[in-house]
């Protein structure tokens, strides 16, 4: 596995205004990724952050809202933008590691951010 | 459209019984993943146990236990002998294209 951080842990935010969720991996990965877990829902994937190009987006999610960065392969952010309180959630970046011969990729978590908008 | 329905949205048990979560998935891929995983109450999830749809075998560790079974398109999860910190919500999921689809999770309560 990995040991994967995420900062801020959690917060409480002012409608709208922004916050930039950082994930830092102790290992370089390919792929990164970014869910959504609405309170009480299953994960939603917001988008999948590689190194070197663009993040690509589910339907439904917009890059003004959640504009994404992946400077390196150990790194991404994600922006909440313009935040309103239907965006309280918790977002979790997740990576891609190999796990074995013949096998896909697993992801891996972070510990997620809770963001609550007032 | 690839999908993954876990029924019991939430299972309450005494310690020590046994409890299943079923997961059922449809895809159209010959090729594909499921996976579990556990969140508990802190928020982060859990790898548990990654398996391929050609390997049907199930699987044991400790206390776990996976019976997946293609003619059903069912992937199930037992823990046997339930502990109190087994207390968490739990997902199954399926891969496609390297991105995960989940269920809605089971929430499963062990009291003492």
């Known amino acids: 596995s990995a040991v994967i951080s995420q900062k801020p842990s959690r917060d409480i935010c002012q409608r709208g205004t922004s916050l930039t969720i950082q994930c830092q991996v102790d290992s370089q990965v390919t792929m990164m990724f970014w869910y959504r877990q609405q309170p009480g829902q299953s994960l939603t994937l917001i988008a999948t952050?590689?190194?070197?190009?663009?993040?690509?987006?589910e339907s439904g999610f917009v890059i003004d809202k959640f504009p994404i960065s992946r400077p390196n392969l150990t790194f991404s952010t994600l922006t909440v933008s313009n935040m309103s309180p239907e965006d309280s959630s918790i977002y979790l970046c997740?990576?891609?590691?190999?796990?074995?011969?013949?096998?896909?990729?697993?992801?891996?978590f972070g510990p997620g951010t809770r963001l609550t908008v007032l | 459209a690839q999908k993954v329905t876990q029924a019991q949205t939430e299972i309450s048990v005494v310690e020590k019984e046994d409890v299943t979560l079923d997961c059922v998935y449809e895809t159209r891929d010959t090729t594909y993943y499921l996976f579990w995983y556990k969140q508990p109450p802190s928020g982060e999830l859990v790898f548990l146990i990654r398996r391929n749809s050609f390997d049907e075998q199930n699987e044991i560790s400790g206390r776990y236990s996976w019976n997946f079974q293609k003619s059903t398109s069912s992937f199930n999860f037992t823990i046997t002998a339930s502990q109190v910190v087994d207390s968490a919500v739990y997902f199954c999921?399926?891969?496609?294209?390297?991105?995960?689809?989940f269920g809605q999770g089971t929430e499963l309560s062990v009291k003492p």
């Open positions: 997740s990576v891609d590691l190999f796990a074995g011969t013949g096998s896909t990729d697993t992801q891996y």
């Open positions: 999921a399926l891969s496609e294209a390297g991105k995960l689809i």
């Open positions: 952050a590689n190194q070197g190009s663009e993040a690509t987006y």
